[in-house]
């Protein structure tokens, strides 16, 4: 075979620049630390660092919105924890006013108690969350959610949560209709109240007994209807009525003793006081709709009314003290609430930081440089190279020229 020397110097310089360009390439991995600098150098391993690097993109974005769910649900939880300890000072504050030998001035003092818890709660209520929203705004309100008019404090916020939308789908709001307007009125299953006389001089005056909150002594007797009991009679021989009749078999009428409890229809009641004839007491179904500023409304306005009478002072402390209790545990149910949002934020945060390490390792399983492996290659591309370059010099000398000349 014949061999040109133009043919074999093309040869030996093709041979050089394959080694120059590889020497080049595994210099360029050694200075950057990654195998794959293109999709080209290894497609299949620039495929999964794409999805590794997509992972961690997704997992950045849920943590930004995980810090955000947990500032807001933090500020929720210190809010309703800070409404539940003002609540528990209008208890004591109602508590104290049931004291008999208060006067009408001494309870005025204690209204005015009162409306500065009021006022308090209602900037608790409209607290904003350092973003320009408000903690309790539902989902979404440019003004604060609740809005104190003559009628009393209304809620002005759209109801609900919202939600950040990812996959966990983490709450951004409280819902401030649910935590300050939704407690379940009287005892949850019935709200007790008196009424007026209509047999009385003047006609309408109020009750002179008083009745309980009541209790549940069978729940699969409840009827879910409205009763009312009427008092007849001078005491000591008094009788009451049920209307309507039980449904449960008990006599609709019997003897009334103050004091002692009646039952009927699963539920059970105890009317105290010296009640005269015509005297009534009412019986209806619980609603989830008391709110927390109608209660201390009521409260405030009861304690600022004059000249009650022992039994009316009785019946509305009672009531109060009932209400306050049902917004108390309802907000204190929100707060649980919250701290069970901040606990799931933490094991999601834990999934994620371990999701995003495992993905990390992934793509640097998929792109990142041996450096043993290939600092061993450099050497043995620098050796050839170099082995190279000394073959090709002692072949250009290899000429009919320079043979002659030497």
Known sequence: MRVSTANLYEASISNLQRRQTALQTQQQQLTSGKRVLSASDDPTGAARAERALAT???????????????????????????????????????????????????????????????DQLLAIA????????????????????????SGGVTYVGVPGQIQS??????????????????APSGNGFFVTAAGTNPTSTPPGAAAQGWIDSGSVSDPSKLTGLAYSIAISGTAPSQTYTITPAPVDGTPDTGTFTSGKALEFDGMSMTISGAPVNGD?????????SLKVFDVMDRA?????????????????????????????????????????????LDGSESRMSALKLYSQQEQSAATDLDMTQAISEFSNQQTGYQAALQTYAMVQRMSLFQYING
């Open 280 to 288: 009534n007491f009412s019986l209806t179904p619980s609603t989830d």
């Open 126 to 149: 409209n607290r904003t969350d350092g973003a320009g929203g408000y903690v309790f705004g539902g989902q979404g309100s440019a003004q604060p959610p609740f809005l104190d008019r």
């Open 165 to 182: 939308g990812n996959l966990e789908d983490f709450p951004l709001t409280l819902d401030g209709r649910g935590a300050w307007e939704s």
């Open 300 to 344: 405030i306005n009861e304690l600022l009314t004059p000249n009650r009478g022992g039994a009316q002072i009785t019946q509305a402390n009672n009531n109060a003290l009932r209400d306050i209790d049902a917004v108390m545990t309802r907000l204190q149910s929100g707060r649980s609430q919250a701290g069970e949002v901040l606990n799931k």
């Open 56 to 118: 961690v993109g997704r997992v950045d974005a849920n943590q930004r919105s995980l810090e955000a769910s947990r500032n807001s649900m933090t500020l929720a939880e210190s809010a309703l924890g800070d409404a539940g300890e003002l609540l528990q000072q209008a208890r004591e504050t109602m508590a104290s006013a049931g004291n008999a030998s208060y006067t009408d001035a001494e309870r005025a003092s204690l209204a005015q108690k009162l409306k500065g818890l009021r």
